[in-house]
């Protein structure tokens, strides 16, 4: 069940998005529901181990959380890599990281001691949009990070960090973005679609992302279909 290697092993589909409120976990969720994937959360891991009261990472992990920061990157992939060679022991070959890599050293970390991810998504929304999901949420959520001084202050302390990962995935010809300003039920079908023909054929290297703009991976490579 090695994870690492470029020839064998699981196919890694990841999103970078590190604002909160865009949608990722949403339509990662639904990913999961219409498609054989298995669906990692890296906040939901974080709040799972925070729920077990024997945890000696709790309180690391709540400070946080509290303060909108990011835990460790050494302490982020182990979890994540605990998950990751479970689902392969459930017989799982698809994985969908939700909210993970947030900088590219957490990225190259993760590549270099586990596996390289398939295609990454970047989901990009407005900070208008972004604050107003994010506090209809907290209504009702009881997160500690769904307020709006958290959300202002994760939202520029990841803006380097996003556009760094951006241009080093673009580099690469793996980078898809979804435009997550329309209505998160309008905009699922074609992120469906699109994850359908990654996983059918990979990623397409005729695809050229552009921003706010989700480039739907064709097999025929002179037809890209693009949505905004």
């Excluded at 990009?124 to 999901?133: A, D, F, H, M, W």
Aim: with cysteine.
């Amino acid at each position: 069940m090695a994870l690492q290697g470029e020839k064998t092993g699981p196919s890694i589909m990841k999103d970078l998005a590190r604002a909160p409120g865009v949608g990722k976990g949403t339509q990662c969720t639904h990913l999961a529901e219409d498609l054989p994937v298995l669906h990692l959360s890296v906040g939901d891991l974080m709040r799972a181990e925070c729920a077990r009261e024997a945890s000696k990472l709790k309180p690391l992990i709540e400070q946080h959380m509290r303060d909108g920061t990011l835990v460790p990157d050494d302490m982020s992939i182990e979890i994540l890599k605990d998950k990751l060679v479970d689902g392969l022991g459930n017989g799982w070959g698809v994985f969908l990281i939700d909210g993970f890599p947030r900088n590219l050293a957490q990225a190259r970390l993760f590549e270099g001691t586990i596996r390289k991810a398939t295609v990454i998504f970047n989901f990009q929304c407005s900070p208008g949009t972004l604050l107003k999901r994010v506090l209809r949420r907290g209504a009702t959520s009881g997160r500690i990070d769904d307020t709006e001084e958290i959300f202002w202050k994760r939202y520029h302390a990841g803006q380097s960090d996003e556009q760094e990962l951006i241009r080093h995935f673009r580099s690469e010809q793996r980078l898809i973005h979804v435009d997550c300003e329309s209505p998160l039920d309008d905009i699922y079908p074609h992120l469906k679609r699109t994850v359908e023909e990654v996983m059918l054929h990979g990623p397409n290297p005729n695809v050229m992302a552009t921003d706010l703009a989700v480039d739907c991976v064709d097999t025929n490579p002179g037809e890209i279909g693009h949505f905004e």
